[in-house]
């Protein structure tokens, strides 16, 4: 048996989506031990034959998942889904507002056939002017405020991942386990709505307090005026670090540590506010001192002291960490057999990690076993199967 923990263990989920937000709810859902049948358009979900900066969306989000291939336009397509949806716990899905409730697998009429389904709904937009409204990750980054905050003032540049359409899918498991909860006390099931463009304002909503607290407009990130004098990236003789010194006993230790005497013999910037004040006469001695050492040996010298501090690492460099190693990476083999490693969640529960090896699901490569366990005898599944209404190995 598994030694990674398992508290959904015996929930099952339907997952109709695509791309990266509603996979990353399914993906959740798995590695907390849920039974998560992904329904795939016939021939496999567009995502996986993605090119470039999407040719990593499939393996990430969908490890730990069984795949059906349905003609959901099709009425024995749509008869599968809906069998499926009535012996469920929760429904995921991602899809263009109505898109769903067009083939009569809406949330109503779902609930009606199951009341203890929850169906979780990941949008572009909450209820109101924009719910209808086609939405990306990219574009709830540009309207909620994050791709100003990210570039510098005037050069408005999104985040280095998708990470509107992660953070939504978290809100979204969130929801479900609330509704899990819920549902525990009244018997009832309900529907959950995450989106993006809310959850961007949620995490700019830390600028937008800073408006209202000072009057002023929050800076971008790059021309911000920060809470520390010493919070940056520097230039060493190779690799770059950041460092942050964050409190007063830091900025005691961090001069002693790094050999800023002269620094740390000036009482008047002693106080945290003091130096943010002076940060433009501090930086400058800083960055020369710090551009002496390799990164290495800057590490060397923070490690273990309390100090704040990280190398700018490239993703590639991740498979590598020692950190990581230590359990954030599971096994998971490719469509073609190749083995990788990929981050695991994030998440241990009593002492254990979460998520465990994984093979990634073929298209179609669980539907006799699916359609088996809902009681379709032998000759009904290879009928649905030649008819095209469902796509097996």
Known sequence: MSQNPTPLAGIRVIEFTHMVMGPAVGHILASLGAEVIRIEPIGGDATRRLLGSGSGYFPMYNRGKQSICLDLKSADGVGVARDLVAGADILVENFRPGALDRMGLSYEAMAQANPRLIYCSEKGFLPGPYENRTALDEVAQMMGGLAYMTGPPGRPLRAGSSVI???????????????????????????????????????????????AVTGKPAAPMPARISAWAIYDVFETQDLPVFIGVVSDSLW??????????????????????????ARDRILPIVREKVAGFTRAEIIARLEGTGIPFAPVSKPEELFDDPQLAAGGLETVFLDDGRETKLPTMPLEMAGKRTGGENHLPRPGRDAREVLSALGYDDGRIEELIGAGAVGAL
Do not use: P
């Open 165 to 211: 359409d992660v953070t939504g899918a978290m809100f979204g498991v969130i929801g479900i386990l609330a509704a899990l909860e819920e549902r525990h006390r009244t018997g009832r099931g309900q529907k959950v709505v995450a989106s993006l463009f809310e959850t961007t304002a949620y995490l700019v909503g830390q600028h937008m307090a800073q408006f």
């Open 252 to 277: 005691e230790k961090f001069c002693a540590l790094l050999g800023f005497d002269e620094l740390w013999a000036d009482e008047s910037i002693r106080a945290n506010n003091q130096r943010v004040l």
